[in-house]
């Protein structure tokens, strides 16, 4: 499986932006950047995902860099419910009935302060 | 309806007990998987399901036995589990199995072996 490489911490200021980075330098051509957080005592959650173009949903962005080696999830004012685990994960595609599981690295550990 | 149900909560069992954990999915959804989590580390993937047909096993030991009674349907039976196996079990669902699908997880059993 590609890896992905994030920080293991990042702290950021309430209603400020927040810019999470991942490099994925391996990563292959059909792979999708999937970004999922997780809460204190919660199971993770579906943040946001692309293969190539930026995205954008009511949770946050998605930059992806035009080589695709690295991406960055933004987090256009952060609160402190978004206090949490962010992992970056890299899903392949699979045709003709294969199976791929989400592989979990260890994330980055966003800490929003009041 | 975007829920994983997961029972139980929470789970205490001695290490000669039989035990089962169910997850359940009403999303239609074709992919569905079981993790495991320890305490302040990422999620582990164990098994993966395709259409009801078993398609990745982590090399998990025997003593968890996955089992998908239908679509909707997913439980992980235990039996002479060991202390170190006590953890967070999640479970989650996808449409498919395939990169462009976001993945849906539930909130989890919290085990303990004693």
């Known amino acids: 499986d590609a890896k992905t490489t994030q920080p293991n911490s990042m702290e950021s200021n309430e209603e400020e932006p927040v810019h999470l980075p991942c490099n994925h330098s391996?990563?292959?051509?059909?792979?999708?950047i999937h970004w999922y957080r997780q809460l204190p005592s919660q199971g993770p959650e579906y943040v946001i995902h692309?293969?190539?173009s930026n995205v954008n949903n009511r949770m946050a962005s998605l930059a992806i860099a035009e080589d695709r080696k690295s991406s960055t999830l933004i987090l256009h004012r952060a609160t402190l419910r978004d206090a949490a685990v962010y992992y970056c994960?890299?899903?392949?595609?699979?045709?003709?009935?294969?199976?791929?599981?989400?592989?979990f690295g260890k994330g980055t550990h966003l800490i929003i302060q009041p | 309806d975007t829920e994983v149900t997961q029972t139980p909560k929470h789970l205490v069992m001695g290490m000669t007990n039989k035990k089962s954990l169910k997850c359940e999915q009403h999303m239609g959804h074709r992919a569905m998987y079981w993790y495991k989590q320890k305490a302040k580390k990422p999620p582990e993937l164990m098994f993966v399901y395709s259409y009801e047909k078993l398609s990745i096993n982590e090399s998990v030991p025997s003593r968890f036995s996955p089992e998908c009674p239908n679509s909707s349907l997913l439980n992980l039976h235990l039996h002479a589990l060991q202390p170190e196996d006590s953890a967070l079990y999640l479970c989650?669902?996808?449409?498919?199995?395939?990169?462009?699908?976001?993945?849906?997880f539930g909130q989890g059993t919290r085990l303990t072996v004693v």
């Open positions: 994960i890299l899903r392949g595609f699979y045709s003709g009935g294969g199976a791929d599981g989400l592989t």
């Open positions: 391996t990563i292959s051509g059909t792979d999708y």
């Open positions: 989650a669902s996808s449409q498919d199995s395939t990169g462009d699908t976001e993945a849906f």
């Open positions: 692309g293969l190539t």
